[in-house]
């Protein structure tokens, strides 16, 4: 069993830059890869990055690489996704996820967060 708690998200301008976290409760934390997952108001959750367990492997949408970059802490128990350049158009709900690999459906992850709300204006 696995809890997460996101936090670091807020109200920025365009441009601006957040780091969101995600602390994770329990000895298992290294075994599972992680993800990140957005949702706008009226839009279905969709995919942002995921890292592979040991940190060596990640993997981004393509609305959001060279931009976000995603990031692990074992020991520590934690994830973080770095936000820089931020546009109107990733302001949503952003929840951390944790699962088997680091897939880009969020069907495939067992454990969520609450969501932590990015909103960014122009």
């Known amino acids: 069993q696995v809890q997460l708690v996101e936090s670091g998200g807020g109200s920025v301008q365009a441009g601006g830059s957040l780091r969101l976290s995600c602390a994770a409760s329990?000895?298992?934390?290294?075994?599972?890869?992680m993800a990140w997952f957005r949702q706008a108001p009226g839009k279905e959750r969709e995919f942002v990055a995921a890292?592979?367990?040991?940190?060596?492997?990640?993997y981004y949408a393509d609305s959001v690489k060279g931009r976000f970059t995603i990031s692990r802490d074992n020991a520590k128990n934690t994830m973080y996704l770095q936000m820089n350049s931020l546009k109107p158009e990733d302001t949503a709900a952003y929840y951390c996820?944790?699962?088997?690999?680091?897939?880009?459906?969020?069907?495939?992850?067992?454990?969520w967060g609450q969501g932590t709300q990015v909103t960014v204006s122009s």
């Open positions: 329990g000895r298992t934390f290294s075994s599972y890869a």
């Open positions: 996820a944790a699962g088997p690999q680091p897939y880009t459906r969020p069907s495939k992850y067992d454990y």
């Open positions: 890292i592979n367990w040991s940190g060596s492997s990640t």
